[in-house]
Every structure is written in C-alpha cells, then in structure tokens.
C-alpha cells in the first residue's frame, strides 16, 4: 500500500475517489489519527461522517484482516479465505467485501449500482440471461441484478458470507447461492450461463499462484454458452496492470475468449481494473488457431 502522502496526491488529482482515497490511508496505517492528520479537508469530513466505520476497518487491520494467506499451496489458501471472510462478514457486512465502503450501506449501494451499470453499458443483462457469480459475497450484485436477469446465482467459500447473502435476498425467488469448495466450478453442466463474473475474489484465488485461476477460467469457458460473457473486476492485488492484462490475455487465449475490454479502469468511485472477456465459438477458435498456424507456417523457412 503506498504513503499517505502518495494517496493524498493522487485523491488531489482526481485519481482516486474519496472512499477509496481514504481507505487506502486507513490500510496503509491502520491508525486514524494519523490519518486525520495527513487527510485533506474533503476526506477529513468523509471520515468524520465514517467515524465508527473506519474505527470498525482499523480494528480489523490490526486483526490481521488484509494480511497475505501464509500457506502456499492451493489447499492451506482457500482455507485461509474461508476462515478471513467468515470473520470479516460477522465484524461488518458491508466493510467485508469492500473496505471502500467504509462500513457505510449507503456507499456501498453507490458501488453497487456503478457496477451494474457498468455491465449493462456492456449489454450483460437481459430478461433471458442467467448469471453466476464467483466469490458472492454477501449477495449485493443478485439482490441489484435480481430485476434484470432471468437468474442470479452466486456462489462462495465463506458459509458465513453465504448466510448473510441468504438473509440479505430472502424473498427474491430468482437469487439462489451456494457454499462451495472453492476449487473450481464443477457443480455446473457446460453451457449454463450467459454471464459469469467475478468482483473482487480474483485477488484470492490467484495468491497460491495460477493454477486455481486456470481451472476457473477453464470451467468459466464451459459453463458458458457460446457467445457468453466473463466480467472481471480486478484480477490480482499486486499493484501491475500490466502484468494483470497480460496474464488475464494468456488465459484468455487459452481457454477460448475473446478479449473486448483489457483491465480498463472504468468505475469513478471503485479503482478496480475491469475486463470483458466473451467466448468464443468452437469454429472461431478453430479458424483463430488454423490462422496462427498459416503465420507459423510462412514463417517456417520450409
Ligand atoms: C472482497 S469479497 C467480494 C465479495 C463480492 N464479490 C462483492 O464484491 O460484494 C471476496 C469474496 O470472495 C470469496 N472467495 C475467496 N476465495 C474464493 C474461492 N476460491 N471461491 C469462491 N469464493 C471465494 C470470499 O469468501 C469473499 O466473499
């Protein structure tokens, strides 16, 4: 996370918003005062708005809340995960799957909806398309897609998220969520969605390294139907878009996706990278691979 004083400069020239301005100083110190210190006037007043939010963040920063999993293997993470997010649902639902939102419902919905907006810029939503979610959360994208989609599933590792995710959209008879494993998408038969995505968990999987990352973007490819969409927001934590864009290419090439929008910062006020990935249909993957093959071939000095 970089210094304050780098967060400030970027919040003054307008590369940050104010909640994610703040939350990164909150992070970078878990201190407030030392926030409230370093803060210029307008996140000044948005923390005193935020007081117990952000005092409720702090704490959880020094619980160790943001900390990298310890363990390595695929295994030692995904248990590393279920336990963080379980704990974080139970110290503030809305904090726990955006520290941005500063504990507040309000700017969380704001969030929310910018996101929502986004896809439907991108022509994800309709009345015939049913969607999955990775890594739901405590359900705020099914309970704002519910009126815009057929049906709006979404899964996760944290039975406490998914608790909450069930309380949080009892009633809305086209939102169903599961608990899973965490390791792959295989409860689903191939072509089942129209729309899967995933806001905000990428960061998890990838931290044991790919190897998760590529069965979930292989089992994304075969839930899909043809023609189907794969939404990313943020990819990984490390701080390098290029090295995000460039493995999110790979995988895409890999697993048959098209490519049409390339971790692009489209959101004013959440900073995540955003892809738009599109699968690819068996003859296009096939004419895109005999094509590269024609290139290899008049390459080839024989
Ligand atoms: C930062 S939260 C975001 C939640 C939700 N997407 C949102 O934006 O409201 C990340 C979520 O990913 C979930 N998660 C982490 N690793 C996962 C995995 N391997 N499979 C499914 N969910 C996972 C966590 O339990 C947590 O709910």
Not at 268 to 294: F, V
Request: glycine residues 6%.
């Amino acid at each position: 996370m970089p210094a304050l004083e780098s967060i400030r400069d970027r919040f003054l020239g307008g590369e940050l918003s104010a909640p994610v301005a703040l939350m990164q100083m909150l992070v970078s110190t878990a201190d407030l005062e030392m926030v409230e210190s370093a803060a210029p006037a307008e996140l000044r007043q948005l923390l005193d708005a935020n007081r117990a939010g952000c005092t409720r963040i702090c704490e959880m920063l020094h619980s160790g809340v943001d900390a990298p999993a310890e363990s390595e293997t695929v295994e030692g993470n995904l248990a590393f995960a279920r336990q963080l997010f379980d704990w974080s649902v139970s110290q503030s639902e809305e904090a726990s799957v955006a520290l941005y939102s500063l504990g507040n419902a309000d700017l969380l919905a704001a969030a929310t909806a910018e996101v929502v907006e986004l896809f439907n810029r991108w022509a994800l939503l309709g009345t015939q398309v049913r969607c999955l979610q990775i890594g739901c959360g405590i359900g705020r994208f099914e309970a704002a897609l519910s009126g815009r989609v057929a049906e709006a599933r979404g899964i996760d590792i944290s039975p406490k998220m998914i608790a909450a995710a069930r309380r949080r959209c009892a009633g809305i008879p086209n939102v169903i969520f599961d608990v899973t494993e965490g390791r792959d998408l295989s409860i689903y038969s191939a072509a089942r969605f129209e729309l899967v995505y995933a806001v905000d968990s990428f960061p998890y999987l990838i931290q044991p390294g790919l190897e998760l990352v590529d069965r979930h973007f292989a089992d994304a490819a075969r839930v899909l139907t043809p023609g189907g969409h794969f939404a990313l927001l943020n990819f990984s934590y490390r701080d390098d878009p290029d090295a995000d864009r460039r493995e999110v290419r790979a995988l895409a090439d890999r697993h048959g996706f098209a490519v049409e929008v390339d971790g692009a910062r489209l959101l004013s006020l959440w900073d995540a990278l955003a892809w738009k990935l599109r699968k690819q249909s068996a003859d296009t993957i096939r004419m895109n691979a005999e094509g590269r093959g024609a290139e290899i071939r008049m390459v080839s000095p024989d």
